[in-house]
């Protein structure tokens, strides 16, 4: 066994674990604490698939960036409603029966058409070709979602302000 297949599998108990700790979590705040870890293990998966701009993208925006905006929505909204923030697990056993479900259909899948275990070759640069991609074909939606996230950051600065 190689440590690459080592370090997927360390990192796929680590995804699972946290994805259902964010799941079956009570605390709203530590949910999203779970989120993040699950969020940097993502990192860790990609940077095992040589993505290493996939990886920083993960840690910088989601796991850094986004997860800092929901803890300031969450502190923001417990000042706002003045009181404590719970997350309530209704329907937990149809949930459960769903994901059973589509892990069964998902196995299936896989399982009459098995992967490929060879890489296939990168042309060239990832980042160089995702960055390219970026500011030419995708600038558009490039530029709405950094409209969207100032607006956001706009609307916690307007909620957090002292009341006056």
Do not use: C
Request: net charge negative; aromatic share 8%; charged share 10%.
């Amino acid at each position: 066994m190689t440590g690459e297949a080592v370090a997927f599998g360390a990192l796929s108990v680590v995804l699972v674990g946290s994805a259902l700790a964010v799941v079956l979590s009570k605390n709203l705040f530590h949910a999203l604490l779970w989120l993040a870890l699950a969020l940097t293990g993502t990192a860790g998966v990609f940077l095992l698939l040589d993505a290493e701009f996939l990886a920083a993208v993960q840690l910088l925006l989601y796991a850094g960036g986004i997860i800092t905006i929901v803890v300031f929505a969450i502190v923001v909204t417990e000042h706002l409603v003045g009181e404590r923030l719970t997350q309530t697990n209704m329907r937990i056993g149809g949930g459960a029966a769903v994901a059973a479900v589509l892990l069964a259909f998902l196995v299936t899948i896989i399982g009459r058409r098995p992967l490929e275990m060879t890489r296939p070759e990168m042309p060239g640069d990832l980042t160089q070709v995702i960055g390219q991609a970026v500011l030419t074909q995708y600038v558009l939606p490039f530029e709405l979602l950094a409209l969207l996230m100032l607006a956001g950051l706009l609307g916690a600065i307007y909620f957090a302000r002292p009341d006056e």
